[in-house]
């Protein structure tokens, strides 16, 4: 927060006199008001509150100049807040340090000499700031705005804005959706820099019933909705290529969005933002950018029916330097209630500005600016860390340790009991709760507020008060050092019975970001009913309302308050402590199948099902494979975040060790992982056996039913069917009881107590007779659509496995898709569409034309590949949809070789 500066307000008496500073019996000099000018400052004027501090200057002058005597003694008194109650004058100044409390507003601060008020007194202003940043405002926005009956990815973007339409960083908020999944699975987001905080909405195929989804983010008191429209209508893709994709300054970028695609139309809009303020339109456009800097550039595509898809990416623009943070402070040795000056002028930006100064004081109090004077209220070691940030956004830190000598000050605290007392009830005044950082406190001393006599000492005492009213009690205690601190309440004292106050909470045991719902209902009435419950939550968050749900985003323990308060205005509180912790790790769980391979190599199936979390269920963890093979082994693991792959090794030599690293990722940042071996064994010349096999019906209606389990597709180079051992194996994340019968490659699974939702893993292993396994996996859905089961995809190539280029890249190169081994339970594969795919490791030097439009065979489609050259990569896919709208999905690699 950047401080105007402060403002001196001085008060001056000028009375045309001699002045007279004689001595008293005690040998102190007291100030008389003649002929004594008098001012007083507060630096900084205005701070923030919940203990900030300003330190208070008074300086006394005669009338020609000169200071008056030292150890005249100067008293202080503050509207609010606390401050030093008493300094005296060194070369006629006297310092006291004062320190806010939770009140914001204007505080005067009064000083004079002899009893505060008389006349020769001085006053000037403090400023006292909320700390909090409220949120304004929070926009949702989604793109698209609308998605197909065959879903999609939405990217949620949720931005909040302050009072003045900053952008606030750290802010906590949560997606929901009536329908999909959300990246964040529910967990806690928060937002950036620019205020922005984004998730993104997996949809799949959406039923009929369906027309709009609603997406929801909870940030703060504020719950904003966007509503996403279903339509048969297909979103579009959008993508573009840049070039080049690093520029300098004044450099032309290319941008190229003809790698847009829509599923079911035409493109006939291009609209792209640079991230520099500046937008174009157009599928290819051009931009020059006249600074340095990572820049965004969006291009948002709109198809003949309105649809529209954004998509983003980075351009780096100049290389930018960091900037260097640094500092000095004076004097190096300060004590408690020294004006200590920061002074970070010697950082520097080898290649631009310092546009921000941010100060940590190590006390919790943040500032802003270049130069900073600050006193510390307390003694003790502050870690002072500057941080500065330069044109670019960049920032750089420096850190010091600034050490403050001398006594620091108590904290005066009491307890009221009862706290809405009646008529001449005995109140009890407890200060046991004051405490001194470092020493004791001597004396404690109160004022009950009723009469200027109605005072008392000691650390616990007793009152009653003869009429009805709100009065202010005052502790002030001292410390062994002298140190003085002030602690007020109001008391309302009624000849009426106040409620009592009571609540509970559940989960009892929570969870870092996991909702803890408060009821106070169990609260019960005095003489009349309750009207508030005022909730304050420990982590300086406040609510209202009978019941009230609460989020904690770190793990601690925290104090409670429920304050009730009646038609009256007599209030009750009561405190529970609530401690949220973080949770476990998984418990990584990694089996693979087969453990060892015949070279050069084949299939390995690795399956992280058996994992386990104890906060979270299999379905909320996220599952990534790692491979460390050997040199000249390639292996090939499928992308996603499930448990289990199939993933292919070539390459191997005998004695080779592949080692397979999963790593299991829970709902709150804990992950775990675990390692399998890989080897290379078994016959060398022998071939190993490649699994597959269909499941009839490919999905199943609950509550079961029986499931054909045909691995009859299976091969081996080296060996018959029949001489192979097929093993067919389950696994069910859910309620669903599953049970294997048979023998050889056509088996059944007998399923029941199925539940919509669940899923279930189907593993075969083939094994040939000298050892050699391979292995095999499908997922069996439990449907809850009726009757109509998935299509089962399979997807074969000529050539397949590998090609070897042609001598020249622009000779064309013809590859058939062929998908005629789709199956599909319900239908025949005339009634399904087929979609063909193509992609490659080089898509600016490769070009495919795809060819399926003979009607009598659609699930063949010609390739033509132009570019072709040794090391390139070809992907292929084909994805089959029936007439109900549920589709599957295959997929084979193509290396290109000498």
């Known amino acids: 927060?950047?401080?105007?500066?402060?403002?001196?307000?001085?008060?001056?008496?000028?009375?045309?006199?001699?002045?007279?500073?004689?001595?008293?019996?005690?040998?102190?000099?007291?100030?008389?008001?003649?002929?004594?000018?008098?001012?007083?400052?507060?630096?900084?004027?205005?701070?923030?509150?919940?203990?900030?501090?300003?330190?208070?200057?008074?300086?006394?002058?005669?009338?020609?100049?000169?200071?008056?005597?030292?150890?005249?003694?100067?008293?202080?008194?503050?509207?609010?807040?606390?401050?030093?109650?008493?300094?005296?004058?060194?070369?006629?100044?006297?310092?006291?340090?004062?320190?806010?409390?939770?009140?914001?507003?204007?505080?005067?601060?009064?000083?004079?000499?002899?009893?505060?008020?008389?006349?020769?007194?001085?006053?000037?202003?403090?400023?006292?700031?909320?700390?909090?940043?409220?949120?304004?405002?929070?926009?949702?926005?989604?793109?698209?705005?609308?998605?197909?009956?065959n879903g999609g990815l939405v990217e949620t973007s949720l931005v909040v804005l302050g009072p003045a339409g900053e952008p606030l960083a750290g802010k906590a908020a949560v997606f929901s959706t009536t329908f999909g999944s959300l990246n964040s699975n529910g967990a806690t987001l928060f937002t950036d820099a620019s205020g922005r905080v984004r998730d993104v909405l997996a949809v799949g195929v959406v039923p009929a019933a369906v027309e709009t989804i609603e997406i929801s983010a909870v940030v703060g008191q504020l719950n904003e909705t966007a509503t996403l429209?279903?339509?048969?209508?297909?979103?579009?893709?959008?993508?573009?290529?840049?070039?080049?994709?690093?520029?300098?300054?004044?450099?032309?970028?290319?941008?190229?969005?003809?790698?847009?695609?829509?599923?079911?139309?035409?493109?006939?809009?291009?609209?792209?933002?640079?991230?520099?303020?500046?937008?174009?339109?157009?599928?290819?456009?051009?931009?020059?950018?006249?600074?340095?800097?990572?820049?965004?550039?969006?291009?948002?595509?709109?198809?003949?029916?309105?649809?529209?898809?954004?998509?983003?990416?980075?351009?780096?623009?100049?290389?930018?330097?960091?900037?260097?943070?640094?500092?000095?402070?004076?004097?190096?040795?300060?004590?408690?209630?020294?004006?200590?000056?920061?002074?970070?002028?010697t950082s520097s930006d080898p290649d631009g500005t310092i546009e921000e100064y941010r100060w940590s004081l190590g006390n919790g109090i943040v500032r802003g600016g270049q130069t900073l004077a600050y006193a510390y209220p307390g003694a003790g070691a502050y870690n002072v860390v500057l941080t500065v940030t330069d044109n670019n956004g960049v920032s750089a830190s420096s850190a010091q340790t600034v050490t403050v000598l001398g006594n620091q000050l108590p904290t005066a605290a009491f307890s009221v009991s009862p706290t809405s007392p009646r008529i001449n009830d005995r109140v009890v005044f407890d200060g046991a709760g004051s405490s001194d950082p470092d020493g004791e406190i001597v004396s404690w001393r109160w004022q009950f507020g009723d009469r200027a006599t109605a005072t008392a000492s000691g650390r616990s005492v007793e009152h009653r008060y003869l009429a009805a009213g709100t009065y202010q009690v005052v502790l002030e205690v001292t410390d062994n050092d002298g140190g003085v601190a002030f602690e007020t309440q109001l008391v309302t004292v009624s000849d009426l019975n106040p409620p009592t106050a009571a609540f509970t909470f559940n989960p009892t045991s929570p969870r870092i970001a996991e909702a803890v719902v408060f009821d106070g209902s169990g609260?019960?009435?005095?003489?009349?009913?309750?009207?508030?419950?005022?909730?304050?939550?420990?982590?300086?968050?406040?609510?209202?309302?009978?019941?009230?749900?609460?989020?904690?985003?770190?793990?601690?323990?925290?104090?409670?308050?429920?304050?009730?308060?009646?038609?009256?205005?007599?209030?009750?509180?009561?405190?529970?402590?609530?401690?949220?912790?973080?949770?476990?790790?998984?418990?990584?769980?990694l089996n693979v199948s087969p453990e060892s391979l015949t070279p050069p190599g084949g299939f390995v199936l690795v399956d992280g099902t058996s994992s386990t979390d104890a906060e979270d269920r299999l379905d909320d963890l996220r599952f990534s494979f790692r491979a460390f093979p050997p040199e000249g082994v390639t292996v090939n693991i499928?992308?996603?975040?499930?448990?289990?792959?199939?993933?292919?090794?070539?390459?191997?030599?005998?004695?080779?060790?592949?080692?397979?690293?999963?790593?299991?990722?829970?709902?709150?940042?804990?992950?775990?992982?675990?390692?399998?071996?890989?080897?290379?064994?078994?016959?060398?010349?022998?071939?190993?056996?490649?699994?597959?096999?269909?499941?009839?019906?490919?999905?199943?209606?609950?509550?079961?039913?029986?499931?054909?389990?045909?691995?009859?597709t299976s091969t081996d180079a080296d060996h018959a069917l029949d001489q192979l051992g097929f093993f067919f194996t389950a696994q069910v994340v859910g309620t669903t009881e599953i049970q294997v019968q048979g023998s050889g490659p056509l088996q059944t699974a007998l399923i029941q107590n199925a539940v919509p939702g669940d899923t279930i893993t189907i593993r075969l292993t083939v094994e040939d007779p000298?050892?050699?396994?391979?292995?095999?996996?499908?997922?069996?859905?439990?449907?809850?659509?009726?009757?109509?089961?998935?299509?089962?995809?399979?997807?074969?190539?000529?050539?397949?496995?590998?090609?070897?280029?042609?001598?020249?890249?622009?000779?064309?190169?013809?590859?058939?898709?062929?998908?005629?081994?789709?199956?599909?339970?319900?239908?025949?594969?005339?009634?399904?569409?087929?979609?063909?795919?193509?992609?490659?490791?080089?898509?600016?030097?490769?070009?495919?034309?795809?060819?399926?439009?003979?009607?009598?065979?659609?699930?063949?489609?010609?390739?033509?590949?132009?570019?072709l050259e040794a090391g390139d990569q070809l992907n292929f896919s084909v994805t089959v949809t029936d007439s109900g709208g549920l589709s599957d999905q295959d997929a084979l690699l193509i290396l290109v070789t000498n």
């Not at 005095?526 to 904690?552: L, V």
């Not at 390692?675 to 060398?684: L, M, N, P, Q």
């Not at 074969?796 to 081994?821: F, Q, Y």
């Not at 490659?840 to 010609?862: C, G, H, K, L």
């Open 1 to 149: 927060m950047k401080r105007a500066n402060p403002i001196h307000l001085i008060g001056l008496l000028l009375i045309p006199s001699i002045l007279m500073l004689p001595r008293c019996s005690k040998g102190e000099p007291v100030l008389e008001e003649d002929g004594v000018v008098l001012s007083m400052t507060a630096s900084p004027s205005s701070i923030l509150n919940f203990g900030d501090t300003a330190l208070v200057t008074v300086r006394a002058v005669r009338n020609d100049g000169r200071p008056v005597l030292d150890g005249v003694r100067i008293q202080f008194s503050a509207t609010a807040g606390s401050i030093t109650s008493e300094a005296t004058t060194v070369d006629g100044v006297a310092q006291a340090v004062f320190t806010s409390d939770a009140a914001v507003g204007t505080v005067a601060v009064n000083a004079a000499s002899g009893a505060i008020g008389a006349d020769g007194s001085v006053t000037t202003n403090i400023e006292v700031i909320d700390r909090v940043v409220e949120i304004s405002s929070a926009t949702l926005a989604l793109s698209p705005s609308n998605i197909g009956s």
């Open 229 to 345: 429209t279903v339509t048969q209508n297909q979103t579009p893709t959008p993508e573009f290529l840049v070039s080049p994709e690093s520029v300098n300054v004044g450099q032309t970028v290319f941008f190229n969005a003809s790698p847009s695609t829509d599923a079911d139309g035409i493109i006939r809009d291009y609209c792209w933002s640079f991230g520099d303020g500046n937008t174009g339109v157009g599928r290819e456009v051009s931009h020059v950018y006249n600074r340095d800097g990572a820049f965004i550039v969006s291009l948002t595509v709109v198809d003949d029916r309105g649809a529209a898809a954004t998509t983003s990416q980075t351009v780096t623009v100049g290389a930018n330097q960091p900037p260097s943070a640094d500092f000095t402070f004076s004097p190096t040795d300060p004590r408690v209630g020294d004006a200590i000056f920061f002074d970070a002028s």
């Open 523 to 589: 609260s019960s009435n005095g003489d009349a009913a309750i009207e508030t419950y005022r909730w304050t939550f420990g982590n300086g968050e406040t609510g209202t309302g009978t019941s009230i749900q609460h989020r904690y985003f770190a793990a601690g323990t925290y104090l409670v308050t429920l304050t009730v308060t009646d038609t009256n205005g007599l209030s009750a509180s009561t405190s529970r402590s609530l401690t949220v912790g973080t949770g476990g790790v998984p418990n990584p769980v």
């Open 638 to 712: 499928p992308g996603g975040d499930l448990p289990i792959r199939q993933i292919e090794i070539t390459g191997l030599s005998q004695g080779d060790q592949v080692p397979i690293t999963m790593t299991v990722l829970d709902s709150e940042a804990n992950q775990a992982s675990a390692t399998r071996i890989i080897s290379a064994a078994g016959v060398a010349d022998n071939a190993t056996p490649v699994a597959r096999f269909t499941t009839s019906p490919a999905t199943i209606q609950a509550p079961g039913g029986t499931v054909v389990l045909d691995g009859s």
């Open 770 to 867: 000298l050892g050699a396994q391979n292995a095999a996996f499908r997922l069996l859905q439990v449907d809850q659509n009726g009757s109509n089961t998935a299509p089962v995809a399979r997807l074969t190539s000529a050539p397949a496995g590998t090609v070897t280029a042609p001598a020249n890249p622009s000779t064309p190169m013809l590859i058939t898709l062929d998908a005629s081994d789709t199956t599909d339970a319900d239908e025949g594969r005339g009634s399904l569409n087929f979609a063909f795919n193509a992609a490659s490791s080089d898509p600016n030097d490769i070009q495919f034309t795809i060819d399926n439009t003979n009607t009598s065979s659609p699930f063949i489609a010609e390739v033509r590949v132009v570019g």
